[in-house]
């Protein structure tokens, strides 16, 4: 649909391109080149570093030269989840989306708002004409989802801005000023295969229905974990049917950022005991419709019968099945901590959010942030010891900082003044748990005030993720003013 007829205008037709682009995390090069054929034909300067980040400068409208410049900061890449029955390719098919109650959303996938909309707000700002602005440089990173790579990449002398407004904040209202630092655990391990036995017939199961969500905006709000709930369920069936349960395959989550909506698993079982499982599962579906209330009411668990086919089925080894379910069942999942210094933010977490078993091998991503460094590692440790329980490899990767709030900041009371004239009221000073790139731009350039705000965003990471279309407008007034009004160097 063309949503280029919402105000601000200038925004939506720039978020109507990401909407029209593939731009999954390691797959920007298509909304790069349009951005970049955009900037060259409007006489815009651009450039791209080594890392992939797109830096775009546009000069200071007249009598503003000697303001400060002001880099303006969102990333390109989106994460990438559906639902089961979806049939969207996010390497090749334009986000369908629909407007309900004043919402932008896309009923079957992310959407990209996050952070397709603040990269729009940024360039909406190189695309007006008669804005009053000092000079601007928009820095657009690349696979800030799925490691922050470009924010790691980027040179510590490439910026000339003197402030940053980073536009990845996904609540309206708020003035972001501090942010968690994390870091991954990823798990491997070969396991023995068995061929099962020909009187063993194949099921799948299937759990699905949660709401997912972002894993470090949503994790207090104790949604269910499709991962950690078919491992639990499976733990269940096989103590109690034992040799008569084998595990073909699993599957579950598709990023380590997002908690995980759906999980299915291939078992082989003994006929005669289908029925039996068949009554656990509905006992175990309803224990989840209650226990899920007030969060995640359409969970569903299917049990299916696949067809057999002639050819060899392998199945995981039984002590090795065993192992590994036990592993995962203990694995952690949530709030780990919540802050004592901060009122109602958490503190630290983890996110189980990948796991596959299949052919001999099993993979799986935990995702854990914190706003204390010193915790990160410890969660880190505590899941890497438990899987080294079990003879897998552990590998702790893609740390990143987190970002100090700074309450004395010059930039933040500036835009608390701009956000009380046009507003009414204060914005509300808020540090998150999510990963923002502020802390590794501030590690890079620790001179530079930083601040972050954006529009409402509800369910970025899972399907049906949604921005609120009167906050774009307002995030829109507030970015344009607080331009506008910068005061000179002094």
Known sequence: MDITQYEPRVVWRHFQTFLQTPHASFHEAAIRTKIKDWAKSNG????????????????????????????????????????????????????????RDGWLVAPDTTLGADNGIGASLALATLDTPGLEHPPLEVLLTVNEESGMTGAHGLANDVLQGELILNLDTEEWGEFCLGSAGGAEVNIAYSYAQETLPDHYALYAIELGGLRGGHSGMDIHLERGNAIKLIVRLLNRLGSRFGNALRLVSLKGGSARNAIPHEASAIIGLEAEIAAQVVNR????????????????????????????????????????????????????????????????????SNNFGILRIANGQVSANF????????????????????????????????????????????????????????????????????????????????????????????????????????????????????????????
């Not at 303001?67 to 390109?76: E, K, N, S």
């Not at 224990?287 to 995981?316: N, Q, Y």
């Not at 192992?323 to 780990?336: D, E, K, N, T």
């Open 281 to 348: 599962i509905a006992n175990f579906a309803t224990t989840l419709k209650t226990e899920l209330a007030g969060t995640d009411e359409a969970v569903h668990v299917r049990f299916v019968p696949l067809p057999r086919a002639l050819d060899e089925i392998h199945v995981m080894a039984l002590a090795d099945q065993h192992r590994l379910l036990a592993a995962a069942h203990a694995a952690p999942h949530g709030v780990h901590r919540m802050s004592q210094r901060i009122s109602d933010t958490v503190e630290t």
């Open 367 to 490: 995702m854990v942030r914190s706003l204390l460094e010193s915790s990160v590692h410890a969660l880190c440790s505590e899941i890497e010891s438990l899987f080294r329980l079990v003879s897998a490899q552990v590998g702790i990767e893609g740390h990143y900082p987190g970002w100090t709030p700074n309450p004395n900041s010059h930039l933040l009371a500036f835009a608390q003044e701009i956000y009380k004239r046009l507003f009414g009221n204060w914005a509300r000073e808020k540090v998150i748990h999510a990963g923002l790139e502020c802390g590794i731009l501030s590690a890079k350039y620790p001179q530079v005030d930083i601040l972050s705000f954006g529009p409402d965003i509800c369910g970025a990471h899972a399907p049906g993720e949604c921005v609120n279309i009167d906050t774009v407008a307002r995030a829109w007034q507030l970015l344009t003013e607080i331009l506008k009004t910068i005061p000179a160097k002094s």
């Open 44 to 99: 815009i300067e651009s450039f791209q570093d080594a890392s992939g980040n797109l830096i775009l400068h546009k000069p200071a409208s007249p009598g503003r030269e000697h303001h400060p410049v002001v880099t303006l900061q969102a990333h390109l890449d989106m994460v990438c989840q559906k639902n089961t029955e979806s049939s969207h390719d996010f390497l090749r098919d334009p986000i369908q989306v629909k407007i």
